[in-house]
């Protein structure tokens, strides 16, 4: 009878170092052990030990450092998205995220949208609100649903810092992979630009996307609703 085998040993390094980024054991922008030490940890060679670490180069995980060694990426920088840390000048100040409406059952939404699996469909929806604020001026409004077959629901209190990302990672080891996106200008409807503290048709951008994930089944739906007035929107993703 043939022995059964496990994952190759490069696997087990490579879930090892993307656990420890997502856990923030190895912050960005740090170093990663040295191959000698990975080599030493691992009992393993330096060809092993260099394949795992092309596979998390190939997925920005890392960057090579000349004559340092592998550094720590934030990895969602690379995804180039349209969504609101990218808001021009917001690391100068005061950036806050509100959820506005607590995670719960509701339906899937309807209307024009990115198409959901059989699989989804029969899932209980789960659905919750953000605000974001940069110096308590209200910036996006922003959907957010999922399948609950693929993730229980999650609660106000576990969120990190108001992100549903941050939170996907540190809390489930789970990443966001990706993303298909559709963009337009609309009027605001009464309800937001009451959320928005705008006036009732002034143009907003509206972004409705779709992340795949490193959960096989999971996918994450988001509708977004932007004031781009005094805070351009970047090609960058918020985390």
């Known amino acids: 009878m043939a022995k059964a085998t496990g994952p190759p040993k490069y696997a087990h390094i490579v879930d090892y170092i993307k656990k420890g980024i ?48 592998s550094k720590v990426l934030d990895r969602s920088k690379s995804l180039g998205l349209l969504t609101v840390r990218g808001f021009s000048g917001a690391i100068d100040h005061d950036v806050k995220t509100i959820i506005s409406v ?78 298909e996106q559709e963009l337009r200008s609309i009027a605001a409807t009464p309800e937001m630009a009451q959320k928005l503290a705008i006036e009732v048709g002034a143009p907003i951008l509206h972004i409705k996307v779709r992340f795949r994930t490193s959960r096989e089944g999971l996918r994450l739906y988001g509708d977004l609703f932007c004031t781009t007035q005094d805070y351009p929107i970047r090609n960058s993703f918020f985390t």
């Open 102 to 179: 607590a995670p719960g059952l509701a339906p899937w939404p309807q209307g024009p949208f990115f198409a959901r699996t059989e699989e989804e469909e029969r899932s209980p929806c789960v659905y919750f609100q953000r605000i974001r604020k940069i110096n308590d001026l209200p910036i996006v409004v922003e959907n957010n649903w999922y399948a609950e077959d693929q993730l229980e629901m999650i609660q106000v209190s576990d969120f990190v810092e108001g992100s549903f990302f941050k939170t996907l990672r540190q809390k489930y080891l789970i990443e966001v992979m990706g993303a």
């Open 22 to 69: 997502q856990t923030g054991t190895f912050p960005v922008d740090s170093l990663l052990p040295s191959e000698h030490e990975l080599c030493h940890k691992f009992n393993t060679t330096r060809t092993t030990v260099r394949r795992a670490l092309e596979e998390l180069l190939k997925e920005g995980f890392i960057q090579k450092e000349q004559g340092r060694g």
